[in-house]
């Protein structure tokens, strides 16, 4: 015979905790809540900076982003108008300049620290690089302008205006002030060496050691086994690091703003000053009173947002492909 | 490629082979150099702007060689208008105090979101967008430090109608977020299933057992992810720029404008004034001082939870 007081009653407050699973529920909800606010910022910025440039993109259209003049000031010669190329032309050459110089150095140093480093020194080396990547962009600023400007001015940049720089105009001086794409570029260079190298080591250790055996036991070189069966292999994922790099280049403010010498006019030469889409907007945005000059460089740092997504978004795949193995291999 | 390097030598690919291994060694040596260069000038010269002042004072105009600092009248028998006779006056009290409020600010509003954040990646792994949430983490710390700055200018400052501390503490919360989340991510991966099946054994629902078993044996990870956020937003100035403007006066009011350390050392070494450069690299000393112990302390931290 079943006792009736056996039966457990249920009360309310059973039910519910049973419903929310003693809760769980909430604790689910709680923890997606700001799981999606991650998603919620990245929205935010998109949204603030879009709305911000409504006005410049009403104003120019796409024509923005390729309009050579940018006078905030009205002159008797200039009226006033935003292009957005001085600055994104100096983005792309700075970038340029600085992937031209890392992109190699910092996939040879991926390659060291991951294949031909000898072990007790691989974590210290790898731990210095990192390094490199925690110091802020304001002291790299800091000294390149005090330090290295005198440098390459002394070493690189007069000796190659005085040589080759008299027949490619692309290379010409005279260099007065030590400020310019060039040597922007070279201190980006040096910023974005570690993301670089650090992602190249990543996807160099992901490889497989078949791999490596495999070519050793043909009686390739050293060289010849990295070369032919590691690197190939972790090919996409290298090309999404330098990419990371690239981006990193692009987006880079201090180091610009005090390097580049902040001039909107457009000059041949390299070793002229010139802007970046984040040092215009860094130096003119808190002085910007006039809505469509405020608009305009609002505009520059959705331009930004952009391309740094879309380059995430790319390297960010071919990462995760390369980390994930070629299809169908299940280890 | 085979065909070509069937054609060597061995001694041609031998050599092929040590000369490639050394350029290898070459790059590494390449990217040491401008680390080691960088942190002896700032340690040496920075050290030597170091004085009782430095972390006393707070800013003071500069004033020429000849002129008296207190009356502004000439001195007799000095030679007026030398810039480089400028004594080094005041220090950066403001910038230090500044620096700690606003980065502690965006900490106390990042903590919460980036370890809930990180405990809902790791503990609800079959999520179908987490992927996408990883993702948006990605493109935040990637994305350029200035359109955060231009964020936090057009959804603060200007709403507020005025440059203030937590304009710029919401701006770096935005860049130490994604840090705080993917470190508690990775940290709680690390922490062994059993531990939450035998809280679960126990009757514990699965929230009790991530508060109160799963999370404390992350705790060491989780602290070292928020040191690590903590170093980069003491370090970010763009975004500082454009939010909390710099401050000439010691300011502890978060609702106005502040000053920080790395905006000071964008501001002095642009100054004509060599006792004010020497200001910048005392401030980019005790910046470098900050970033490289963070570092070393969770290099040392990391390395012994691995073990």
Redesign the interface.
């Known amino acids: 015979m079943a006792d009736a007081n056996a039966v457990p009653r249920i009360t309310a407050s059973r039910r519910w905790a049973r419903q929310t ?4 529920v ?3 909800l ?10 919620g ?2 929205v ?2 998109g949204v ?2 879009y709305t ?1 440039s409504a006005a410049a993109r009403a104003a120019y259209g796409w024509s923005f982003l390729w309009g050579t003049e940018w006078n905030p000031v009205e002159t008797t010669l200039y009226p006033v108008s935003f292009g957005a190329w001085p600055a994104i032309r100096g983005t792309l050459l700075s970038s340029l300049i600085a992937l031209i110089l890392a992109a ?3 996939v ?2 991926g ?3 991951s294949e ?2 000898p072990l007790r020194l691989r974590q210290p ?1 790898g ?3 990192e ?2 990547a ?10 390149g ?3 290295f400007a005198n440098w390459f001015n002394d070493w690189v940049t007069n000796p190659i205006a005085e040589s080759v720089g008299q027949f490619v105009p692309w290379l010409a001086g005279p260099v007065a002030v030590s400020r310019g794409l060039a040597i922007t570029g070279t201190i980006l260079a ?1 910023m974005i ?2 993301t670089i ?1 650090a992602i190249t080591r990543d996807m160099l250790q992901a490889v497989p050691n078949h791999q490596r055996e495999a070519m050793l036991s043909l009686g ?5 086994v990295i ?2 069966a590691v690197v190939p292999y972790a090919r996409a994922g290298i090309v999404g690091g330098i990419m ?1 790099g690239l ?2 280049a ?5 180091a610009a ?2 390097l580049i010498g902040n001039s909107t006019r457009i000059e041949e030469s390299i070793f002229y000053p010139a802007t970046t889409a ?1 040092a215009l ?2 130096s003119e ?2 002085n910007a009173n006039d809505p469509l000059h405020e608009s305009s ?2 505009g520059l ?1 959705l331009a ?2 952009g391309i ?2 879309l380059l ?2 790319i390297a ?1 795949y071919l990462v995760w492909q390369t980390a994930r193995g070629p299809a169908g291999e299940k280890v | ?2 065909l070509e ?1 069937n054609m060597l030598t061995y001694q041609q ?2 050599r ?2 040590k000369t ?2 050394g ?6 040596s ?3 150099v ?2 080691v ?2 942190i002896a ?2 340690l040496f010269v920075g050290g030597s702007a170091l004085n009782r002042d430095f972390f006393t004072q707070t800013y003071r105009p500069p004033v020429p060689a000849g002129i008296d600092p207190l009356t502004g009248l000439p001195i007799d028998g000095m030679e007026e208008g030398d810039l480089s006779q400028v004594q080094a006056r005041g220090g950066v009290l403001h910038g230090i105090v500044g620096t700690l409020m606003v980065t502690i600010t965006a900490l106390l509003f990042s903590l ?2 980036g370890i ?2 990180g ?3 790791a ?2 792994p079959d ?1 179908p967008f987490n992927t ?2 990883r ?6 710390s ?10 936090g ?3 603060i400052v200007k709403p507020m109608g005025s440059y203030s501390g937590i304009a710029g503490a919401i701006a770096l919360t ?1 860049l130490m ?2 840090t705080i ?1 993917r470190t508690t991510e990775e940290i709680l991966k690390l922490v062994p299933n059993a531990v939450r099946e035998a809280a679960m054994a126990m009757g514990a ?4 057992s ?1 508060l109160t078993v799963v999370l404390p044996a992350a705790l060491t990870g989780i602290v070292t992810g928020a040191l690590l956020a903590f ?2 937003g ?5 975004p500082l ?2 939010t909390i ?1 710099g401050n000439s006066n010691l300011s502890f009011d978060l609702l106005a404008p502040m000053a920080a350390l ?1 905006i000071l ?2 501001k002095y ?2 100054s004509p004034f060599p006792a004010e ?1 020497q200001l ?2 005392g401030t ?1 000393f005790v ?2 001082i900050l ?2 112990g963070i ?1 070393l302390l969770v ?1 040392v931290t990391t390395a012994r939870i691995k073990r």
Do not use: K
């Open positions: 699973r003693h809760g769980d909430f604790f689910w709680l923890t997606l809540f700001f799981a999606l606010m991650i998603i910022l990245v935010a910025v603030v900076t911000g190699p150095t910092g040879a140093i390659i060291f620290l031909l480093c080396l731990f210095m690089v390094l490199l925690a110091i802020p962009s304001v002291i790299y600023g800091l000294w302008v005090a330090v040096i060496l570690p190298s390739a070189t050293r060289w010849e070369w032919g990371l981006g990193r692009l987006g880079e403010t201090m703003t005090m984040a907007v860094a945005l808190p460089l609002i740092a930004l947002f740094t997504l995430n978004l960010r | 490629m085979s390097t690919r031998s092929v082979d490639l291994r350029c290898t060694i070459v790059a590494t390449i990217a040491i401008p680390l260069l960088i000038y700032v919460p979101i809930l954040a405990i809902f990646l503990e609800y999520t996408f949430i993702f948006c983490c990605d493109v935040l990637g994305a350029p430090s200035i359109v955060i700055g231009v964020v200018f057009t959804l935005f977020v994604p989340a629902p699965m929230w009790y991530t170093a980069r003491a370090g970010e100035t763009a720029l454009l403007q790395p050392t964008y070494i642009e450069n910048a690299w980019a910046l470098m970033v490289l570092n290099r």
